[in-house]
């Protein structure tokens, strides 16, 4: 059994330590200022402690609160590079290799919008302004052939596209 002096020297140890801890959190000479809006990191000091952050903290969505400061990790919120758009571009051909004119060519969005346009006497397609670095599903429809769905994450202009129908 333990004895009564050890019980009363470990209780007052822990005390001690968990009011220099609270002491430690609870305050100071110190401004933490948003340093960081893109990746790369920062750092802000102040006082008696520096913080480095970056854009990927490990601690994103979490909350201390203590003494006179609230700290919340995570993102902070930025300005967001505008969308570039690109062009997807290409051909319609039949199962023989000729090519077919006035097929409906669509390209669906990720929100699941759909854009359509009709290939030219050539089978010739084309898309202005897709926004790029998103996956659309392609389709092709036409009164005589079939044509396999294409998905495709488009990150720069296309402009080989081809669907040729189904034997």
Not at 94 to 113: C, E, W, Y
């Amino acid at each position: 059994m333990m004895d009564i002096k050890k019980i009363v020297a470990a209780v007052g140890l822990a005390t001690i330590l968990f009011s220099t801890l609270a002491v430690a959190q609870s305050g100071g000479q110190f401004t933490i200022t948003k340093s960081v809006i893109a990746g790369g990191g920062g750092q802000s000091s102040g006082g008696q402690f520096t913080i480095d952050g970056t854009i990927g903290q490990s601690i994103a969505g979490t909350s201390s609160t203590g003494g006179q400061f609230d700290l919340t990790g995570g993102f902070w919120g930025g300005v967001a590079a505008p969308a570039s758009s690109v062009t997807v571009s290409g051909r319609v051909l039949t199962p023989s290799g000729l090519f077919l004119r006035n097929a409906i060519v669509t390209m669906t969005d990720p929100s699941g919008v759909p854009m359509r346009v009709t290939t030219s006497s050539a089978g010739f397609f084309q898309f202005d302004n897709v926004t790029a670095n998103r996956t659309y599903i392609f389709g092709v429809s036409s009164k005589r052939y079939r044509f396999a769905a294409q998905i495709l994450l488009i990150s720069s202009s296309v402009t080989n596209m081809e669907f040729r129908g189904l034997e």
